[in-house]
């Protein structure tokens, strides 16, 4: 059968998007890894379906590059809510979107009927071991060991598990030999994102991203709220905080008022196909 689907990326952490309004597909697991091939297929960070739901505009669901279920996706879901909205599913100024982690409340910025930025309400980060999961008995700056170093390490829930350090210099590090090793570490039964940390001022930091399923991408919107949280609990940075990433820039916010995080960056179409499956 052929299967239409939409190339979209948020600050290049790109997802091959199906539409699932129209059309059904089976074997995700094993579509993802196939399609998500960069230079053998199509190429992506893995597949993101679009849903009907009966609690909110459209429900996602995301697949990795390996195959494996993640619960959330800040940049995907910002595409999400530009292509229901430019695509006419949910043509709103406010929308919502069911996931693993929950609903999310999508504020849509737009200029002559296309979207230009989505500012998301991602929820209350969760701080305790339990949340992550993780058996480590605290979450922040705690001491991490693998093989002959130790890393100070801040655990954050965003909905999916983060693991953040601070470095020196994000540029200088070896992600490929030290990301698979915290990933799949034993304190982190169900795998971690993991997080590097640069702070450049009180409301400015750089982050690599290690993403479980999917090693290396150029960005992550949760793992761009869980550093932000991580960098204000440690006392790095103050509450509004620019996140560069290897992708482009995000602007999180850690409210007061209610401990929500807020995440406002872009989302772009690259391009639509039809794939025999």
């Not at 849903?51 to 459209?58: F, Y």
């Not at 290690?210 to 932000?228: P, Q």
Request: proline share 4%; hydrophobic share 40%.
């Amino acid at each position: 059968m052929k299967l239409k689907f939409t190339k979209m990326q948020g600050i290049a952490n790109d997802y091959i998007y199906i539409n699932c309004f129209d059309q059904q597909v089976e074997n995700v697991e094993e579509l993802a890894v196939r399609l998500s091939r960069r230079r053998f297929s199509i190429g992506s960070d893995g597949i993101i379906l679009i849903l009907p739901s009966k609690v909110a505009d459209c429900r996602m669901e995301i697949y990795n590059a390996d195959g494996s279920v993640a619960m959330m996706c800040g940049n995907g879901v910002r595409c999400v809510g530009k292509y229901v909205y430019e695509r006419g599913i949910a043509p709103h100024d406010v929308i919502t979107v069911e996931t693993r982690s929950g609903i999310k409340t999508l504020y849509m910025t737009t200029e002559n009927g296309h979207v230009t930025a989505v500012r998301v309400d991602m929820g209350r980060p969760g701080l305790k071991p339990v949340d992550l999961p993780t058996t480590l008995a605290e979450t922040l700056d705690v001491p991490l060991t693998v093989g002959d170093t130790t890393y100070r390490v801040t655990c954050v829930s965003m909905g999916n598990p983060h693991c953040v350090q601070f470095v020196e210099d994000v540029d200088a590090l070896d992600l490929e030999a030290i990301g698979p090793a915290l990933e799949h570490h034993a304190v982190f039964p169900e795998r971690a994102n993991i997080e590097f940390v640069q702070v450049l001022g009180r409301d400015e930091i750089k982050m690599r991203v290690w993403e479980r399923g999917s090693g290396e991408t150029w960005a992550c919107g949760t793992g761009a709220c869980a550093s932000t949280v991580a960098s204000i609990l440690n006392g790095k940075t103050e509450r509004d905080v620019l996140v560069h990433l290897r992708g482009g820039d995000l602007h999180i916010s850690w409210k007061t008022e209610d401990s929500s995080v807020e995440m406002t960056g872009p989302a772009e179409f690259v391009f639509d196909g039809t794939v025999e499956i």
